[in-house]
């Protein structure tokens, strides 16, 4: 019973392929689709890069990444003020690449922790590069000026957005109640306020030409300042140049 | 005569000789009538859907890499056409993600003495296989039935070695305890 079976598989089998009805799909069809394949997992890979690096951007640009250092209102703020949208797209992008890259040998024989694993570690190096050829600042400096309108909707939502809570600037003037900033996009001056009760994890010695990430809520052009720090990175040159001479700033006591 | 290997006669057909695909056939239809009854307990269609299993893969046969092993190619066929049926009956869930892929594990040592258990086993396997879930089932049919390494089962379901090991163990424990409810 098995052998007549087994004799109408292969029977039936090879009448297909005589009549035509099976066909054998040519060799270009699967060298097409691996091609498809690979070209879809490399753009969702730079996809991945790009909003990686532009959330990084972003969070650097707006200050936002450096107030977790402002104890436990600082880490609250920085939940409440992390591009979501931006977070949301890079973990969809991270799972569509896992299903892209699971079909190879490499991926699917490891655990799914290695290959996610693998996919963050290639983010990180993609975004670390992406940050040293200042590829975002290029971008971010063409949509100040205006000469990129197809980039203007992504920085302007996130890396130019208005936080209450969180500004970031250069010091171009030290008084004695602290200190005045300017910050981007449209060189706004706020007036810094420092008491007793601002935390300065990283000391008070701040001078004109600083850039500063000011923690502490926005009334009008003043900013009593929960918490501040510098940055050692400068804003982007098209802020004022400040005063030559560079004064320092110390706490009243 | 040298026999010609799998491999060899699928270039063979690669190149145009459809009729050596004649010989595959010959040489595969028992193994996976076998893995296709005792993976689908209660499917008629066996037949009909090892017949597909063929179409099937003389239909991508350009697409199978010479250099590699056959076998394990057209198990993975076989295993997306009987999971597919599974999906189309709707007997039995079949997950999407199987979270034991997610962490590693240790690599369980695969079983030596296949031989002196295997009757034991396998007496148990055919009184109680229809009873287990289907993420255990195919890898003990793989295992037992077609005599497929831990490597191979890993390749023909895509899921990490380790993982394979996991199943295993632990389809044999539940193996044991309907088989202890039933009999004892």
Redesign the interface.
């Known amino acids: 019973m ?1 052998n007549l ?2 004799d ?3 029977d ?3 009448a ?3 009549s035509g009805e ?6 270009w ?2 060298i097409l ?1 691996t091609v498809l394949w690979l070209s879809g997992t490399v753009i969702v890979a730079l996809l991945l890069i790009f909003v990686a690096s532009l959330t990084l951007f972003s969070l650097r640009q707006t200050g936002v990444l450096f107030i977790p250092a402002f104890g436990f209102r600082g880490i609250g703020a920085f939940l409440l003020s992390l591009p979501w949208i931006l977070i949301v797209f890079a973990v969809v992008f991270i799972i569509v690449l896992e299903i892209l890259v ?2 190879y ?1 490499f991926a ?7 290959s996610i694993l693998g996919i963050l570690f290639f983010v990180i190096i993609g975004s670390i590069l992406i940050s040293i050829t200042h590829f975002h600042q290029g971008l971010y400096r063409s949509v100040r000026e205006g000469r990129s309108q197809l980039a203007k909707p992504l920085y302007r939502d996130f890396s130019l957005k208005e936080l209450r809570h969180v500004q970031r600037g250069e010091i171009i003037l030290i008084n004695d109640n602290g200190f005045r900033i300017v910050k981007p996009p449209d060189d706004d001056e706020f007036d810094v306020i420092i008491s007793s009760q601002t935390r300065l994890p990283f000391g008070m010695d701040f001078e004109v030409g600083d850039t500063v990430v000011v923690f502490g809520e926005k009334d009008d052009s003043t900013i009593e300042a929960i918490g501040v720090r510098k940055v050692g990175e400068d804003m982007p040159p098209r802020f004022h140049a400040g005063p030559g001479k560079r004064q320092r700033f110390y706490l009243p006591r | 005569m040298v026999e010609k290997t799998d491999e060899e006669i699928a270039q063979a ?2 190149n145009g000789n ?2 050596s ?2 010989l595959l ?2 040489r595969y ?2 193994k996976l ?1 076998r893995y296709a009854k005792k993976f689908l307990f209660g499917y008629t269609d066996a ?1 009909d859907l ?2 597909e299993v ?2 099937k893969s ?6 199978f890499n010479t250099n590699r092993r056959f076998s394990p190619w057209l198990y993975r066929i076989a295993h997306n056409e009987f999971i597919n049926a599974i999906k189309k009956k709707g007997k039995e869930p079949v997950p999407f993600w199987d979270p034991d ?5 240790p690599v369980a040592a695969e079983i030596t003495d296949r031989e002196v258990i295997e009757k034991d086993l396998k007496k148990i396997l055919d009184s109680c296989l229809d009873k287990l879930e289907q993420k255990y089932r195919e890898p003990l049919v793989l295992f037992y039935f077609e005599e497929m390494d831990y490597q191979t089962i ?2 023909v379901l ?6 394979v090991g996991v199943r295993l163990h632990r389809a044999r424990l539940v193996l044991r305890k309907i088989y202890n409810q039933i009999y004892e």
């Open positions: 098995n079976n087994h109408l598989i292969k039936k089998v090879l297909k392929i005589e099976a066909y054998m799909k040519p060799r069809h699967f689709k699971k079909r040998t699917y024989r490891r655990p799914l922790l290695y | 057909v690669q459809s009729e695909f004649g056939v010959e239809e028992q009538l037949e090892v017949q063929f179409i003389y239909i991508n046969i350009q697409s892929t997610l962490f590693p594990h890993g390749d895509k899921i990490p070695v380790a993982t």
